[in-house]
């Protein structure tokens, strides 16, 4: 396959030459012919292309920034979720530290295993 155009702009060009086609105009046709057959200037059409005029196009690049927006938005908030839990675990073990938890567990196992081996 060569790398000269991609999918999409082989698809545009042959989107082009269909449409030019379908109007009963020369495929081959310049630009400047075809801005002067529409009444608008070389310069006007180069920036209408600039422009991107394409309405699937246009549609599909508002939905994906809107979906983009979105999707941000919702990684910072889980983002944030995160923060406050890793927070909240570590109050736990800077308590359970203080308070010594870990040696009473340790004892209270130590306890339950000499009366089972007691019965």
Not at 74 to 101: M, N, P, Q, T, Y
Request: include cysteine; proline fraction near 2%; glycine fraction near 4%.
């Amino acid at each position: 396959m060569s790398a000269i155009l991609t999918k999409e702009e082989v698809s545009t060009v042959v989107n082009a030459r269909r449409i030019l086609r379908q109007n009963g105009l020369d495929p081959n046709m310049d630009v400047k012919s075809l801005c002067g057959i529409v009444g608008i200037s070389r310069k006007t059409g180069y920036k209408w292309a600039d422009e991107n005029h394409v309405p699937e196009l246009s549609h599909q690049i508002n939905s994906l920034e809107s979906e983009l927006k979105t999707q941000e938005k919702a990684r910072s908030s889980a983002e944030k979720e995160v923060a406050d839990l890793r927070f909240e675990v570590d109050c736990h073990k800077a308590a359970w530290e203080i308070h010594g938890v870990d040696d009473l567990l340790v004892k209270k196992k130590d306890i339950r295993s000499r009366k089972s081996k007691k019965l």
